[in-house]
């Protein structure tokens, strides 16, 4: 059994440097190039910022070549509070319509290469594992379904979906896709050496310090100047980010994915190919490999970080994937992984900046990259006009 993700099959994180970065000199420093980083550092470079993302591990081997690559917007902000009581009607709709945006904003982004990355249009089904849950699931539609064109329906009988008495109904989210993870990093990659990122892996931040107007790094390869800084470091960050916005934990998940069980058999278990959650605390998440062979089967074991290749572990997979899955009969484990999800105190996005310094945490689901981008690009300007 192999214990890296399957994904990495088909774009393996690797080390890379096209600069030497010891006592050099930036408009921008990102650091983590995940999703986030590279994002930022993409748009960062078409403003005409010198820029520069550096990564202590491998690049994409962070969370971001880790995950399921299920793709929406909208479904899970702000999961453990309520944005209405918190935030007030107002800025509650802002946020989860900011949240949906992320969706088309992926789309956008990826438009013209959807078969380059593996994205399929699969919709989402979140299955209710309770009478009550599903009660809620039909508030959460009636809610969203008023903010936005996801088209959300609820479904009661769930025969056509999943063979499966476990489950009491689900919330179908049609506007909702899949995506090989690892594809994407790839292409957004790509996108940020053609445009010219200065990238440096390995290379961790150790501590900044603010001097006059730039920010000094030391790194493990040494020191480096800068005017802005970005901290994408998500479920990776340790307390050496800045310990005044230390505000993130990373929550362990794992994914296992079967052994290769052919397209006959997965349409069997999941007619409709769909990317599939459930609304359970400890949550299970699964869906069919983007050829249809496979399936992937997440969970949140969280006692088990660093115990991937272990039997505890994997009984632990064939016994939850027999529960959720029981017509699968004869299956075998190919991959066990295991990632970080960064998860915010509040469980929302964190976008939050001070003197030029910008933490992007937690926006599992969200488009505060974006944000901090827009930010970071009229700063730029301010910058110069004043000089
Ligand atoms: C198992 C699993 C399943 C998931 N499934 C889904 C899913 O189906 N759909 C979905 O939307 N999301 C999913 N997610 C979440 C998704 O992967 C993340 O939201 C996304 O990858 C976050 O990207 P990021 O760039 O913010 O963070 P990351 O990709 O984690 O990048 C952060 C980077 O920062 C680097 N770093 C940390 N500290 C330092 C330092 N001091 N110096 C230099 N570098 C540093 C790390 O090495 C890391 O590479 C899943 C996550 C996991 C782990």
Redesign the pocket.
């Known amino acids: 059994m192999k214990t890296y993700p399957y994904w990495w099959e088909f774009y393996k994180p690797y080390h890379f440097q096209n600069t030497q970065v010891s006592n050099s000199s930036y408009d921008l420093v990102v650091?983590?190039?995940?999703?986030?980083?590279v994002s930022a550092a993409i748009q960062a470079s078409s403003k005409g910022l010198k820029t520069l993302l550096?990564?202590?591990?491998a690049l994409?081997?962070?969370?971001?070549t880790?995950?399921?690559?299920?793709?929406s917007g909208g479904l899970n902000l702000g999961k453990k509070i309520n944005l209405f009581k918190d935030y007030g009607e107002d800025l509650a709709k802002k946020f989860i319509q900011e949240s949906i945006g992320s969706y088309e904003y992926l789309e956008d982004q990826i438009n013209h290469h959807l078969e380059e990355v593996s994205y399929q249009k699969t919709g989402r089904l979140v299955l209710a594992h309770s009478k009550k849950k599903l009660d809620a699931l039909r508030q959460k539609t009636k809610l969203l379904n008023s903010l936005s064109d996801l088209q959300i329906q609820i479904i009661e009988n769930l025969d056509n979906e999943i063979i499966n008495n476990y489950y009491k109904g689900g919330m179908l989210v049609k506007n909702a896709a899949s995506v090989n993870?690892a594809k994407l990093y790839n292409f957004f990659l790509d996108k940020a050496l053609s445009n010219k990122v200065d990238i440096f892996s390995p290379?961790?931040?150790?501590s900044h310090q603010k001097k006059d107007e730039f920010y000094e790094l030391k790194t493990s390869e040494g020191k480096i100047k800068t005017l802005y800084l970005i901290i994408?470091?998500?479920?990776?960050?340790?307390k050496?980010?800045g310990n005044e916005h230390y505000n993130i934990i990373g929550v362990p998940?794992?994914?296992a994915a079967t052994n290769i069980l052919g397209q006959e058999k997965v349409q069997k278990l999941l007619p409709k190919l769909r990317m599939y959650s459930d609304s359970k605390n400890d949550l299970y998440?699964f869906r069919p490999s983007p050829d249809h062979k496979r399936i992937l089967f997440?969970a949140f074991p969280v006692w088990a970080y660093g115990m991937e290749n272990s039997k505890m572990v994997k009984s632990f997979f064939y016994k939850k994937i027999n529960i959720i899955l029981p017509k699968i009969e004869n299956f075998s484990i190919d991959y066990i992984w295991?990632?970080?999800?960064?998860v915010t105190f509040n469980t929302l996005p964190m976008v939050k900046k001070t003197n030029n310094k910008i933490f992007?945490l937690g926006?599992?689901?969200s488009r505060c990259g974006s944000y901090a981008l827009s930010w970071l690009s009229s700063r730029k300007y301010d910058y110069y006009k004043s000089k």
């Not at 550096?54 to 591990?57: E, R, Y």
């Not at 994409?60 to 971001?64: L, N, R, T, V």
């Not at 994408?232 to 340790?238: D, I």
């Not at 295991?338 to 960064?342: I, T």
């Open positions: 650091v983590g190039a995940g999703y986030t980083g550096i990564d202590q591990l994409g081997e962070g969370a971001s880790r995950s399921a690559g299920m793709v993870p290379c961790k931040l150790l994408a470091t998500n479920g990776y960050s340790e050496d980010i998940s794992y994914i998440y997440g295991g990632g970080k999800v960064g992007v926006c599992n689901g």
